[in-house]
């Protein structure tokens, strides 16, 4: 089960949220080249992704940052680039472009911070966007919990288009990301679990400043927790419902 959109269309134009999608795929396709060999790619990681002992000994304290915008692969970009494009407007929309970078980067750098606490040690590579775009989800459930988001669900043969409660998806996602942390032994590398709720916890978190200055829980009280404006409505989903012959 994964979204593919929300019910939340953002009232101006997200100008960082584009520009930080369109720096991602343009850093992706330069680190192309290097994806044909194991070695380069290794190197190509090594200079640039975060290595959290090397940032513990405050060596190479720049892969924080750096790490953001590299990928380990198409399927791991276009997830990443997913969700920053359903959630990433509306946070924009309500913190302005600059707030919602430096939001963004802050989500990023804390995710880090978090995964690097978890194993000081590990000198496994850590790349992805997805610690800042879990800040961006954090964020998201404090302003809009009830906002309609759209998930495909695949079950081997069957597809199909539903629509819940941002509370609901945003828990749940959150609720993996624990489960898998505690579950994961971090030395074996895989999904840095712990990066995500921390980013995730990190983005709720600094998404405080903005939930007062929009009324607090008053705001809540006055939208029901969805999107202060009309939503947007989509045609019934088309995918059709395949299922196994007799």
């Known amino acids: 089960m994964f979204p593919i959109r929300d019910h939340n269309p953002s009232q101006r134009t997200p100008y960082v949220t584009y520009a ?10 330069f680190q ?16 640039w992704a975060m290595v959290p002992e090397e940032v513990t000994r405050g060596v190479d304290a720049h892969g924080v940052i750096t790490s953001m915008f590299l990928h380990a692969g198409l399927l791991h970009i276009a997830g990443n680039m997913l969700f920053l494009w359903i959630f990433g407007d509306n946070l ?40 800042a775009i879990a800040g961006v989800m954090g964020g998201y ?3 809009f919990p009830r906002a309609r988001v759209d998930v495909l669900l695949i079950l ?5 288009v539903f629509t819940i409660p941002a509370w609901i998806m945003l828990g749940l996602w959150f609720a993996l990301q624990i489960f898998g942390g505690l579950g994961t032994p971090t030395e074996g590398g895989g999904v840095a679990y712990w990066a995500h709720a921390g980013g995730f916890v990190a983005g709720l978190l600094l998404a405080l400043p903005v939930w007062p200055r929009r009324g607090g829980t008053a705001f809540w ?15 019934p989903s088309t995918i059709p419902i395949v299922r196994r012959r007799r």
């Open 20 to 29: 930080l999608i369109a720096a991602n795929i343009l850093v992706f396709i």
């Open 32 to 47: 192309l080249q290097y994806m044909g060999s194991e070695a380069a790619l290794s190197a190509f990681f090594g200079d």
């Open 92 to 131: 924009e929309d309500q913190m302005g472009h600059a707030g919602f970078l430096a939001f963004y980067l802050a989500s990023g750098v804390a995710a880090a911070l978090v995964h690097i606490l978890a194993d000081p040690s590990s000198d496994i590579p850590t790349v992805g966007a997805s610690g």
């Open 141 to 143: 459930l404090l302003l």
């Open 156 to 160: 081997i043969v069957f597809f199909r």
């Open 221 to 235: 009280r006055e939208t029901h927790g969805l999107p202060p404006h009309p939503e947007a409505e989509y045609a």
